[in-house]
């Protein structure tokens, strides 16, 4: 029985491979190593706070004017 399924056409095959030369210091955050039968468990606290800072400013303005009349 032949083979009801034919190709349409022929193509080429690209193939891209990818070796990482090293890391940039931010990309790799934590890195440890455990041995085979080793277990390891590891504990991050992330606390996050908030500072609030109140100003008050005051600001007193007083003017006075005066008027001298003299008679001669």
């Known amino acids: 029985m032949p083979n009801p399924i034919k190709p349409i056409g022929v193509g080429d095959l690209l193939v891209v491979k990818q ?17 085979k039968g080793e277990t390891h468990s590891r504990q991050v606290r992330r606390a996050e706070t908030t500072e609030t800072s109140v100003t008050t400013e005051r600001e007193n303005v007083s003017e006075e004017e005066r008027m001298v009349v003299r008679s001669v």
């Open 19 to 35: 070796h990482i030369v090293g890391y940039e210091p931010s990309e790799v955050a934590y890195i440890e190593n455990v041995l």
